[in-house]
């Protein structure tokens, strides 16, 4: 196996990841101009998406990332309306645009047009996420968008198979298909509420970060392949475990909590770049496979497709926000509303990866040995809609965002309200620390006490002082200065040990131990900021 061309995409795309960040542009959009450019430059290779590669091997790790980072409370308190977009518009979609298909193209059956609406009808959770940071949306948004793209996949992929057993000619029954939602959906939060006490369990145990964070990397595959084997959904297997253990991070030492972090960022960005590079790429093995069908023709399908995935889900998203309103009880629970929030979640229904991969999995004959009805067509507009809402919506979406002035973060406010919980975590601290010095066993020399002392008072002043005046030169806060004058001693001591091995006075092994001394005190120092 030659590993050249899988080494050659990694390193291209996260360079075109790298420099997007120089740029307006989000990642994923270049990522796929680049993408689609590539696949007609000679000697690029052949990339071929594989669902058996891309749903078990890619999918797994991308969904525990995005749901890892998510907030189990604030799903929770926005059941209803993800619940609403992750199951009931994925169904009404699969219909409405498997219907509209079926009446627009000739000759194509109702079968295969429902098998190109469930490939379609979910929005991306890599996608969902990486446009959401960018653009800021404001938090409920961003919750509603991410929630939904954590479980649409379960439904889509469950109305998938209902629908391609329907139209290979397996004779399947509705009361067969909503028996196999249901075991997919139902069993798929069995397995991870099995999973995720006894896995949480084990990363408390288990005492070396390296052990810890290997079993990390492992919990995703574990969660998905543990659900598919009883014929279970993978992906909400994953989701829930995922929640379960982030909402419980803060039991796992500290030291695992930093290097996952960092092993999955990479994780992350090194898979969402390859995965919006694929995209691009699979432009030339789509229209070499359309075949009979004529190019305007085929032009015309994929623009009507596209404008029927945008309408019908705006037709979903309004009512569904607003008819539960109509109950008192969901009035006075959820937080009020006016047409913008339901215009942006309309708008930010980008097509990814997942779509792709279910289409390149359709079977190329069905039972009786015939060639899949329209098979290279609806690859074709599965990958055209992919293209399309990633493009049109994607880049107008910071664009309506920014025209409609939706209320953003508000930092002054999350600033307040982390100094205020600063404060109360610092008392408590105190008299911890009271408490233990009271004991002879804790008995410290008076300089050490001290340090304890300030340590804590520069922890419980340093959120206060971004509330503050800076600094009129630098325009620094005092914490501002606080950490770049401990970077700068620290980098001074740093110099010094690798001075001192050079010079043969310590040696290698000595330099890595003080090193890695300062790279925990430069750690404490310096607060890591999200991207």
Request: proline fraction near 5%.
């Amino acid at each position: 196996m030659d590993a050249l061309p899988l080494v050659a995409l990694v390193a291209a795309s996260a360079a075109v990841a790298g420099l997007a960040r120089r740029t307006p542009v989000p990642a994923p959009l270049l990522l796929v101009a680049m993408g689609l450019i590539g696949s007609y430059v000679p000697g690029v290779p052949t990339y071929t998406l594989n669902a058996h590669i891309v749903l078990p091997l890619l999918l797994p790790p991308l969904l525990y990332t995005a749901a890892v980072d998510s907030s189990y409370l604030d799903l929770r308190a926005n059941l209803r309306p993800v619940a609403l977009l992750s199951v009931g518009y994925v169904l009404f979609a699969t219909v409405a645009v498997g219907w509209l298909a079926y009446r627009l193209v000739p000759d194509l059956p109702l079968t295969a047009a429902l098998v190109l609406g469930a490939v379609i009808a979910p929005p991306d959770a890599v996608t969902a996420a990486a446009i959401a940071r960018r653009v800021g949306l404001p938090a409920r948004v961003t919750t509603i968008l991410q929630g939904e793209s954590l479980v649409n996949d379960a439904t889509a992929i469950t109305a998938y198979k209902v629908a391609l057993a329907a139209a290979v000619g397996e004779g399947v029954s509705w009361g067969a298909g909503i028996g196999e939602f249901f075991l997919a959906s139902v069993g798929g939060v069995a397995v991870g509420l099995v999973l995720m006490v006894p896995l949480h369990w084990l990363r408390t145990r288990l005492k070396e970060a390296l052990l810890q964070n290997t079993l990390s990397l492992l919990i995703p595959f574990v969660a998905y392949a543990a659900a598919e084997r009883v014929h279970a959904s993978g992906v909400l297997a994953v989701v829930v475990v995922a929640l379960y253990l982030g909402h419980r991070s803060w039991q796992v030492d500290f030291a695992t909590r930093l290097q996952e972090a960092a092993v999955w960022k990479m994780v992350a960005f090194v898979l969402e770049s390859a995965v919006f590079a694929l995209i691009g790429l699979q432009l030339p093995f789509v229209l070499k496979g359309l075949g009979t069908y004529a190019v305007a023709d085929a032009l015309w399908y994929a623009v009507a497709v596209f404008l029927a995935v945008v309408v019908v889900r705006f037709i979903w998203v309004y009512p569904a926000t607003y008819l539960p309103r109509l109950s008192r009880r969901i009035r006075d629970r959820e937080p009020g509303t006016d047409w913008t929030a339901p215009l942006i979640v309309g708008w930010a229904g980008m097509r990814g990866v997942v779509s792709l991969a279910i289409a390149f999995s359709i079977p190329m004959a069905t039972a009786d040995g015939a060639d899949f009805p329209a098979r290279n067509l609806v690859l074709f507009l599965t990958f055209t809609t992919v293209i399309g809402t990633l493009v049109i919506q994607g880049l107008t979406l910071p664009l309506l965002v920014r025209v409609l002035r939706l209320p953003g973060r508000d930092r002054q406010a999350e600033t307040l309200a982390e100094a205020q919980a600063q404060s109360e975590a610092s008392a408590a601290a105190e008299a911890r620390l009271e408490e233990l010095l009271a004991d002879e066993r804790n008995r410290l020399p008076q300089p050490l006490t001290d340090r304890l002392r300030t340590v804590l008072e520069r922890r419980r002043n340093a959120v206060w002082e971004r509330l503050g005046a800076s600094n009129p030169v630098t325009g620094e806060s005092a914490d501002d200065t606080y950490r770049r004058l401990a970077g700068e001693m620290i980098e001074a001591e740093r110099e010094v040990f690798v001075r001192l091995r050079d010079e043969r006075g310590i040696d290698d092994e000595m330099m890595r131990t003080l090193l890695r001394r300062l790279d925990l005190e430069e750690a404490a120092a310096y607060r890591e900021e999200s991207d």
